[in-house]
């Protein structure tokens, strides 16, 4: 291999390799459901799962607390859950670090059109 500025050494090669597979690993390119993964399960001992009601399944959700809930309402048709199509667990724009349940509901909810 020539030393012209062009080329590129083997060193430099495996240095950009070693680069992008650290931003890869950080988030940056890896698929939303593979960044879901990593992040913590959130529960409804959390300060701000309990503010807003929040439990693991729809199901369980307090009718008196919450008149307007609705069972047919759950994590993975509202607008804030950012998990792929199926997915058991997904991100939560208002839980931001966490994952949540498709099947759980908290307050926030806002059905996705």
Not at 39 to 52: D, E, R, Y
């Amino acid at each position: 291999m020539s030393n012209e500025p062009g080329d590129l050494s083997r060193r430099r090669f495996l240095e950009l390799t070693a680069a992008t597979a650290a931003v890869a690993a950080a988030g940056g390119l890896l698929p939303r459901s593979a960044r879901a993964a990593a992040l913590p399960h959130l529960t409804p001992a959390n300060p701000q799962a309990k503010a807003l009601g929040f439990v693991e399944n729809t199901a369980q959700v307090d009718q008196a607390k919450y008149p307007s809930h609705k069972t047919s309402q759950d994590c993975s048709n509202c607008t804030f859950f950012q998990g792929a199509a199926g997915a058991p667990w997904g991100p939560c724009a208002i839980f931001r670090g966490f994952a949540v349940p498709a099947k759980g509901w908290c307050s926030a909810h806002a059905t996705r059109k």
